[in-house]
């Protein structure tokens, strides 16, 4: 299978509830089943920072409070062919963080079936795909940091 990486971006997304850190995590059901936080590709013309508050405004129906952007990239290949990704073979990403307000998320149907806000150690175990822990990781760690 002969292709590029779309490029796109990994969205660690946060709120913080009496002192308490909880991660949304998105119950996915297109292309593959399981568990993992926002993300998606750039559209052309996109920068990563858009194409972050973009997918996180669809995936959640919020704007962040707080974006942060880092260095930690990756990419990954498909496991077949999507219609809706002709001339893709895998999708390379940065890692953003993004804090919201309300628990209260309007995910975009098509994709998801689900959510659930957990603390980290709950999030961590569910993630399906190890880069996604990696990812859930290195945010928590930045954000206790602070």
Not at 63 to 89: A, H, T
Not at 91 to 120: C, M, N, P, V
Not at 128 to 136: E, G, N
């Amino acid at each position: 299978m002969k292709g590029k990486y779309r490029k796109g971006v990994f969205i660690v997304t946060y709120r913080k509830e009496k002192g308490k850190i909880l991660y949304l995590i998105l119950k996915r059901k297109l292309h593959w089943k399981g568990w993992e936080f926002s993300k998606g590709g750039a559209e052309p013309g996109e920068s990563l920072k858009q194409t972050a508050i973009r997918e996180l405004t669809e995936e959640t129906g919020q704007k962040p409070l707080n974006l942060k952007s880092y260095k930690l990239n990756g990419k990954y290949k498909y496991d077949k062919e999507y219609k809706d990704r002709v001339g893709f073979i895998g999708q390379t990403y940065q890692l953003f963080s993004a804090e919201i307000k309300s628990k209260s998320i309007k995910f975009d149907k098509r994709e998801h079936s689900g959510y659930k806000w957990l603390d980290f150690d709950k999030a961590f175990s569910l993630l399906t795909f190890p880069d996604k822990k990696v990812c859930l990781n290195y945010v928590n760690k930045e954000i206790m940091k602070r």
